[in-house]
C-alpha cells in the first residue's frame, strides 16, 4: 500500500504551552507535519524529553509569564495553544499572549463551571478555540451508546452524516461479500471507506472481498445508518441503563448527556463527599458510595444486567481490568477510556469493545484548525478525524472557490490512489456520490486516505 504524503507547505511558528499528555501527542503530530514548533513547561525533565525526540525548541518557565512567552518567540508566533493541568493557567498563558502578539490562540479547558461559558471566554479573551477533552470522550461515548453496534461513531457535516467503525462477527452476511455486491444488492446509501486486516489499513475498491473478523468503517447519512444495520444483522436500539465507575469530570459529563438521551444512569464512587456534590448535580443518577474495583460491589449492584458499562477511573489500567472483567460477566456494551497510548499494541490486542482516547480527541480538533490556518486556498478543513491508530484520515473539506476539482465528473479527476470521496454534503442533503457526481462550490466533501497532512482539497489530485 502506497504511503506517499503530498508535499509539506510552509509550516507555521507553534508555541505548545504544557508537556502533559495532549501535549506530547500534538508536538509529535505538529513536528511531523512540518511546523516550528516551541514548547514550555515549568518541569524541565518533560522539557528534555521533548526535546530530545522531537525536533523542538524547549523554555523551562511559566507559560504565562510575559517574559518567557517573549523568549519563545510569541511575536512571531502564528499559534499558541495552552495545554497544561490548570484552566486558568491556560486561559492566562492566552491572554498574556493576545496582548503582546498577533497569534491566534487555543486552550484547554475542563472544569464544568468554565465549559458552560466557553463562548463567552472565547469572544470576550479572544480566543480561537476553547477545547476540552473530558466533555469531547463524553460526546462520543454517548454517540456509541446511543448506536452500541458501533466501536466508534464519528459525525460529520454538522451530525447530518457519520463515520461508523464495526467489526465484521461470524457467519454475517457480509462474510465473504464483495463491495460491489453490496452496493448492487443491499444498498447503495452507504460508503464503506476503509478495512483494517491483519493490522493493515485498506481504502478497498469494488472487488475487495471482506470477511469476517475484518474491521469496517463505513460513511452514510445519519438516517439510514439503523436500517442498513438491520439489514446486514445487527442489533440497533440504544442501550436503556449504564454503569459509570468513578465520579470524576468525564463522568460527570456523559453522565449528563445520557440522561438527556432517556439513558438511565449509575454512578459507582468511591469518594463519599464527591458523592454529595454528583447527587446534587445529577439528581436523575444513582449515586453509589463504594469501590468500583470491588467484584462483590459490581454483582450487588447488577453488573450481570446491565446494558452497558464505562468505566471511567483516573487509572488506564484499572479501566481495562474492569472492562475484561465486565466482558467476562455480562453481556453488556463497554467502552473503554484511556489516557496515555504506551502500549497500544497489546491494548489493541485485548477485546476492549469501543477504546475512546481524550488525548487524541483534542489534538485532532487542533489539528484540523492548524492545517485549515496553513494556506489552504480554495478549500477550509471543516472537521479531521485519525482513522485506525494515525493509519488513514477521514478530513472534511469546504470548498470556497472554484479549482481544479469542481465542476468535474469524479470519474474524470485524475485522483491519488489509496483515497475515497466518501460523501458530499450539499445544503444539507448527503450525497454517497458515484462516478456521475461532481464537487462544487459551497459543498463539503469528505474524504478518506491513507495519505496524510492534506491541507486542501486540491491535495487529492496526482
Not at 447488577?302 to 488506564?316: A, C, K, M, R
Not at 469501543?354 to 494556506?375: C, L
Request: a negative charge; one cysteine or more.
Amino acid at each position: 500500500m502506497s504511503k506517499t504524503k503530498s508535499p509539506i507547505k510552509q509550516g507555521l511558528n507553534i508555541i505548545i504551552v504544557g508537556c502533559g499528555k495532549v501535549g506530547t501527542t500534538l508536538i509529535e503530530q505538529l513536528s511531523k507535519e512540518g511546523h516550528d514548533i516551541t514548547i514550555i513547561d515549568s518541569d524541565a525533565g518533560k522539557i528534555q524529553k521533548a526535546a530530545n525526540l522531537y525536533d523542538v525548541m524547549g523554555l523551562v518557565g511559566n507559560g504565562a509569564s510575559y517574559s518567557v512567552q517573549m523568549e519563545a518567540g510569541i511575536d512571531n508566533a502564528d499559534l499558541i495553544i495552552a495545554v497544561t493541568d490548570s484552566d486558568e493557567l491556560n486561559l492566562l498563558c492566552c491572554t498574556v499572549a493576545k496582548q503582546v502578539g498577533d497569534c491566534a490562540a487555543i486552550a484547554r479547558v475542563r472544569t464544568p463551571d468554565y465549559s458552560k461559558e466557553a463562548a463567552y471566554l472565547r469572544e470576550k479573551l479572544g480566543l480561537t478555540m476553547i477545547i476540552n477533552p473530558e466533555l469531547e470522550a463524553a460526546r462520543e461515548t454517548s454517540r456509541i451508546l446511543f448506536l452500541p453496534t458501533a466501536l466508534k461513531v464519528n459525525s460529520f457535516a454538522h451530525g447530518q452524516a457519520e463515520l461508523i467503525k464495526f467489526k465484521i462477527p461470524d457467519s454475517n452476511i457480509l462474510d465473504g461479500m464483495t463491495i460491489a455486491h453490496l452496493g448492487g444488492n443491499i444498498t447503495t446509501e452507504i460508503l464503506i471507506c476503509a478495512i483494517e486486516r491483519n493490522g493493515e489499513v485498506y481504502i478497498p475498491d469494488g472487488d475487495f472481498r471482506m470477511a469476517k473478523g475484518d474491521i469496517i468503517s463505513f460513511v452514510a447519512p445519519r438516517k439510514v445508518i439503523r436500517s442498513f444495520l438491520e439489514k446486514i444483522g445487527f442489533k440497533t436500539k440504544q442501550v436503556k441503563d449504564t454503569m459509570i465507575i468513578g465520579g470524576g469530570k468525564a463522568t460527570y459529563y456523559l453522565a449528563n448527556q445520557l440522561l438527556h438521551m432517556g439513558i438511565a444512569v449509575k454512578i459507582i464512587e468511591k469518594n463519599r463527599k464527591r458523592c454529595e456534590e454528583l447527587s446534587m448535580l445529577l439528581p436523575k443518577a444513582i449515586i453509589i458510595n463504594g469501590n468500583g474495583t470491588d467484584k462483590d460491589l459490581l454483582k450487588e449492584e447488577g453488573i450481570d444486567q446491565v446494558e452497558s458499562f464505562v468505566p471511567l477511573t483516573g487509572i488506564d489500567e484499572e479501566n481495562i481490568m474492569l472492562t475484561l472483567y465486565a466482558r467476562q460477566v455480562s453481556d453488556a456494551k463497554v467502552i473503554t477510556k484511556i489516557n496515555r497510548s504506551t502500549f497500544n499494541d497489546v491494548i489493541s490486542s485485548l477485546d476492549l469493545g469501543s477504546v475512546i482516547y481524550p488525548r487524541y480527541i483534542t489534538a485532532e480538533a487542533i489539528i484540523a484548525y492548524v492545517r485549515a490556518k496553513k494556506d489552504s486556498m480554495n478549500s477550509n478543513i471543516e472537521t479531521l478525524y485519525h482513522m485506525f491508530d494515525y493509519r488513514a484520515e477521514a478530513i472534511e473539506f469546504r470548498i470556497d472557490e472554484p479549482s481544479d476539482v469542481t465542476g468535474i465528473p469524479l470519474k474524470d479527476l485524475s485522483l491519488k490512489k489509496d483515497l475515497l470521496i466518501s460523501c458530499i454534503n450539499r445544503n444539507g442533503s448527503i450525497l454517497i456520490p458515484s462516478g456521475q457526481d461532481s464537487i462544487e462550490v459551497g459543498d463539503t466533501v469528505m474524504v478518506v486516505t491513507t495519505h496524510s497532512g492534506f491541507n486542501d482539497i486540491q491535495d487529492i489530485l496526482r
